[in-house]
């Protein structure tokens, strides 16, 4: 992610710190001051006996997996979660030691080389699993014993060994000489959900698994099972660590957890207006003139569309920030650009900066704005900004 420190700003105003040539169409905004603020807001609501993983896959959830992952240690966070292996090897080049989990199952010989060279921490999911681990590792004679985490599923029926089945798997896992239980852990299914009842059956059956262990002598080293909505709404639910991913960026996961702590966004998108004209009454707008001009508009083109990742489906239901003011997006969203309703700012002019997501004066649009219109979650969104738009610090 390229740094303010590296160059003067590109604009007044533009908040595009970085090469004037990269923010000439547009870009992604990340401002790591505020995610260091929500990170030790999140440390905050945790007891001594609680380490914060931050959740830095799929690249941060599209906000630059390196910074974010070196802020947020910096920040209070003591572990990284990812996805893949590749993810995993992406920080470990960057220079970030600090432990590693990869959520993802892994299954090949060749993953499991490298997670050990690495020094990665898998999970495993099954039997099955955890028997190729322990023979990979005796084929390339590991010298030490694998840090592995075993993945319950108490209800989301996702990965995970069945949790009344916990005893049988953790016997097994500790059985294997090339292997060493570093936690036991699960996923919440409805954790954001203000109904409680799944997942407090979920908790239950967590709790029951981990008697099973505890029946066998074997005391669990880490446990863990809350997400950032398990996070903010039942400290019981916080055991050794917690996994955080939306709410380290700013989001709160569900509308009733907004009063627990105070998050701050952390990203913004914003693009630039590439052409500006007027149109008489009755002219079509975009592909299909799926929205036709009702009296004469003064409309500007953006440039950003969705091949970006601005959501086609948001074409005439959406809106901009210009000059701090809500401005109307109309017609089709393209695959690199978008117009605007601009007839209120008459002298609107090429070059000046559009915020989609993100805050001009009084007025914010953010990542749940766009999902509420597209019946979909604040993840998606923020994963969906492709990486043609630079990630630029405000730092």
């Known amino acids: 992610m390229l740094s303010s420190k590296q160059i003067t700003p590109v604009a007044s105003g533009s908040g595009c710190d970085t090469y004037a040539w990269l923010c000439q169409r547009a870009w992604v905004e990340i401002d790591l001051a505020a995610l260091s603020h929500n990170v030790r807001q999140l440390v905050s609501l945790l007891s001594s006996q ?36 590749p993810e995993g090897i992406q920080l470990r080049e960057a220079g970030i030691k600090a432990p590693i ?23 495993l999911c099954s039997p099955k699993q955890a028997l190729v681990f322990s023979n990979t590792l005796e084929a390339i004679q590991h010298s030490s014993p694998l840090p592995v985490h075993i993945k319950l599923d108490t209800g989301m029926s996702r990965l995970g060994t069945n949790w009344q089945q916990t005893g049988e798997f953790v016997r ?5 000489p090339h292997l060493s239980i570093a936690s036991v852990y699960s996923h919440l299914a409805t954790a954001d959900d203000p109904d409680t009842t799944v997942m407090k059956e979920q908790h239950r059956r967590f709790e029951e698994a981990i008697a099973q262990i505890k029946a066998m002598g074997i005391e669990p080293p880490c446990l863990h099972l809350a997400n950032s909505a398990a996070t903010l709404a039942d400290s019981s639910l916080h055991y050794n660590i917690v996994r955080v991913g939306l709410a380290v960026y700013g989001l709160y996961p569900s509308e009733h957890l907004q ?36 009296h004469e508009l003064r409309i500007a083109v953006v440039g950003i569309g969705y091949a970006d990742g601005v959501p086609r489906h948001l074409s005439n239901n959406m809106q901009v920030l210009i000059r701090g003011q809500r401005i109307p997006q109309i017609g089709t969203i393209t695959m690199d650009q978008l117009m605007v309703d601009v007839s209120t700012i008459p002298d609107i002019q090429e070059g000046e900066v559009v915020t989609l997501l993100g805050q001009q004066g009084k007025e914010k649009i ?25 990630r630029v610090s405000m730092t």
């Not at 931050?54 to 990284?80: F, N, Q």
């Not at 990869?102 to 999970?123: D, F, H, V």
């Not at 009063?259 to 693009?271: D, F, G, H, M, R």
């Open 50 to 85: 609680t380490q914060l993983m931050a959740v830095v896959k799929a690249d941060a959830y599209g906000h630059g997996a390196v910074s974010v992952a070196k802020t947020a240690l910096e920040s209070g966070a003591s572990w990284l979660g990812v996805a893949t292996v």
């Open 172 to 176: 097994l896992v500790k059985s294997l």
């Open 366 to 390: 953010s990542a749940n704005d766009w999902a509420k219109k597209l019946d979909t979650i604040s993840w998606e969104i923020l994963c969906g900004f492709k990486h043609r738009l630079p």
């Open 101 to 123: 989990l990869i959520l993802g199952a892994i299954q090949t010989p060749e993953q499991i080389q490298a997670i050990a060279q690495w020094k990665l921490q898998p999970t």
């Open 259 to 294: 009063n627990t702590i105070n998050l701050q966004p952390v990203l913004q998108v914003k693009a630039r207006v590439t052409q500006v004209k007027t149109i008489s009454a009755g002219t079509g707008i975009s592909y299909g003139h799926q929205f036709i001009a009702p």
